[in-house]
């Protein structure tokens, strides 16, 4: 087990060691709860207030060209796309994980209308399957079936149209081999809508390289884009224009300002956007997008695993025994993460959480 000293000197070594004082953290808490809410930057406040005062206060409406107002949505798309292995014109932030995940499986059925089923894994995140058999239960052709996280790939036949799966789960931790899974799907037939709630900020992506169809993911966890922070969607550059959106807003339309009677989607991307998101919620998630951009997602997947190793040695040394270890030991199977079983479990959190340790 690694002794205090050699904790401290690799905290001195630690090329991200500044960023500790670019949150807005309090005194006297330990705060490992990020994967849930992202904690606070401190440029944060400061620039809401600007948001609010300049560019809402005294810049009002000429604030849509003035300050970008406008595009919002791609600009911050341009910004995650960096972080997942997208091009910057595969990615929209807008609307929340939820609701892009049902833009994004309903664009996956429409392009398999010979085929019924929507695969996912029954220990995936519960909206994310509420969404598919809510969306299912429109469709007279849609069914969702939920099979085991480890019978994904054997699972994948000639029935499916979309497989939907989160690429790290929430409760374990457990990563997906995104390549492997996509190739298996694309192999079948299928096409696939990776949810990143979990890995995005957390670990480098590469959409494009495992020739990603669809994907969605949320900008308040490892992004630290403040509480509810817009969530983005990603759509590979071949489906584009294929999309007939099944949420036709403005925003989408090939020229907003026109008011036209009739839709017409825009080119490419932006006709998946139904309608601005929040101006300060899209301020406070450009924050943290530029700080995890400054930090670097190479740098960030290096050092989460050394503290997640750490951790986990740690634990096993001084409490032998007393849990069970949710999260993959093979680093190459794990996100950025550590979870514990115990029966006693939520008791332990609420008296951790009354010591200043946030779980
Ligand atoms: C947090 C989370 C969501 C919910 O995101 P919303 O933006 O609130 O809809 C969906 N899926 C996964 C996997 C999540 O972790």
């Known amino acids: 087990m690694p002794s205090r000293a050699d904790l401290e000197s690799l ?5 991200l060691a500044r960023f500790r004082d670019l949150f807005a953290l309090p005194e006297g808490v330990i705060y490992l709860d ?7 930057p401190r440029q944060t406040a400061a620039r809401l207030a600007e948001v609010v005062e300049r560019e809402w206060g005294r810049d009002l409406i000429t604030s849509w060209n003035r300050n970008g107002w406008i595009d919002y949505p791609a600009r911050l798309g341009g910004k995650v796309a960096r972080l997942i292995g997208a091009d910057a014109d595969e990615v929209l932030v807008c609307d929340t994980t939820s609701i892009n995940l049902f833009k994004a499986l309903t664009a996956a059925l429409d392009q398999r209308p010979d085929r019924r089923v929507i695969l996912a894994d029954r220990a995936n995140f519960p909206s994310d399957l509420y969404i598919a058999e809510g969306l299912a239960r429109r469709r007279p052709d849609a069914t969702v079936r939920l099979v085991e996280e480890t019978e994904l790939a054997g699972a994948i036949d000639d029935s499916v149209a979309v497989v939907t799966l989160t690429q790290v789960n929430y409760k374990t931790g457990y990563l997906h081999d995104m390549a492997a899974l996509t190739r298996a799907a694309h192999e079948a037939g299928a096409l696939v809508v990776w949810d990143l709630a979990h890995s995005a900020g957390a670990l480098p992506i590469d959409l494009n390289g495992a ?4 994907a969605v993911g949320c900008g308040y966890k490892y992004l630290n884009g403040g509480p509810c922070a817009p969530a983005f969607l990603y759509v590979a550059r071949r489906h584009q224009a294929k999309i007939d959106p099944p949420l036709p807003g403005w925003l989408g339309h090939a020229e907003p300002f026109a008011f036209d009677t009739d839709y017409r989607p825009a080119e490419g991307m932006r006709r998946n956007l139904c309608s601005m998101p929040s101006i300060l919620a899209s301020a406070a998630l450009e924050v943290g997008l530029d700080l995890m951009l400054d930090a670097g997602i190479y740098a960030l997947r290096t050092k989460s695993l050394a503290l997640t190793e750490t951790f986990i040695r740690v634990v096993e040394r001084r409490c032998p025994g007393l849990f069970d270890l949710a999260t993959p030991r093979d680093p190459a199977r794990r996100g950025s993460q550590v979870s514990l079983r115990h029966p006693e479990g939520y008791a332990i959190v609420q008296a951790l959480i009354a010591r200043g340790v946030i779980g």
């Not at 020739?211 to 669809?214: I, K, M, P």
């Open 34 to 40: 990020g994967n849930s809410l992202g904690a606070q």
């Open 211 to 214: 020739g990603a169809d669809y």
């Open 11 to 15: 905290d001195r070594a630690d090329p």
